[in-house]
């Protein structure tokens, strides 16, 4: 069983930065892909960012040029560093992990954008 806690959600003004962490615990040999989902309200969730075993990143069109996922393999943590922020990204972050063919979420951290 993986555990996945996300943290570093807030209220930050538009433009502003937050970087959010997502610390995997449990039994987490097999972890591959992992990822970052959002949820607004009275929307569907939607993918933000993902990364592989080797680092590779992907990103939703929305986010491109302003978020940016990493991972530490030695902490089992994965970041999401968001700037520029917009209304637009206020939601509830998930942070999503893969092993063997089974997705594990956390619990979410808001992120709210508003001046």
């Known amino acids: 069983q993986v555990h996945l806690v996300e943290s570093g959600g807030g209220l930050v003004q538009p433009g502003g930065s937050l970087k959010l962490s997502c610390a995997a615990s449990?039994?987490?040999?097999?972890?591959?892909?992992m990822g970052w989902y959002r949820q607004a309200p009275e929307k569907e969730r939607e993918l933000v960012a993902t990364?592989?075993?080797?680092?590779?990143?992907n990103y939703a069109d929305a986010v491109k040029g302003r978020f940016t996922v990493s991972r530490d393999f030695g902490k089992n943590t994965m970041y999401l560093q968001m700037n520029s922020l917009m209304s637009e990204d206020t939601a509830v972050y998930y942070c999503?992990?893969?092993?063997?063919?089974?997705?594990?979420w956390g619990q979410g951290t808001q992120v709210t954008v508003s001046s």
């Open positions: 999503c992990a893969r092993q063997y063919g089974r997705d594990y």
């Open positions: 449990g039994s987490i040999f097999g972890i591959g892909l």
């Open positions: 990364t592989t075993n080797d680092g590779r990143p």
